[in-house]
């Protein structure tokens, strides 16, 4: 089993920036794939990004591509978002995943979910 713990979630008004951090806890944090979802309101859950176990991989949605970076911490089981240049578009809730392989680009790729965390983004 794995435990995801999202923080940094809040609102920032548009053209600012957030970093998002995700704890892993249960299992080998290093043999994972990480990513992030979001799911905003009245809309389905869409991909953002993914990081394999040991980042040399990425996986950007093309519409954060150039604006969000993943990046992770293995010694300290945690994966960061970092979020630029915010629009009120990317406001939702951000969910941290991971499994193994990957990183995957859909849902159902990932096993475990966190509760998620709300960025909202004023114009």
């Known amino acids: 089993q794995v435990q995801l713990v999202e923080s940094g979630g809040g609102l920032v008004r548009a053209g600012g920036s957030l970093t998002l951090s995700c704890a892993a806890s249960?299992?080998?944090?290093?043999?994972?794939?990480m990513g992030w979802f979001r799911q905003a309101p009245g809309k389905e859950r869409e991909f953002v990004v993914g990081?394999?176990?040991?980042?040399?991989?990425?996986r950007y949605a093309s519409s954060v591509k150039g604006r969000f970076t993943i990046s992770r911490d293995n010694a300290k089981n945690t994966v960061y978002l970092q979020m630029n240049s915010l629009k009120p578009e990317d406001t939702a809730v951000y969910y941290c995943?991971?499994?193994?392989?990957?990183?995957?680009?859909?849902?159902?790729?990932?096993?475990?979910w966190g509760q998620g965390t709300q960025v909202t983004v004023s114009s």
């Open positions: 249960g299992t080998a944090f290093s043999s994972l794939s």
């Open positions: 990081i394999s176990w040991s980042g040399g991989t990425t």
């Open positions: 995943v991971a499994d193994k392989g990957g990183p995957y680009s859909h849902a159902n790729g990932y096993t475990y």
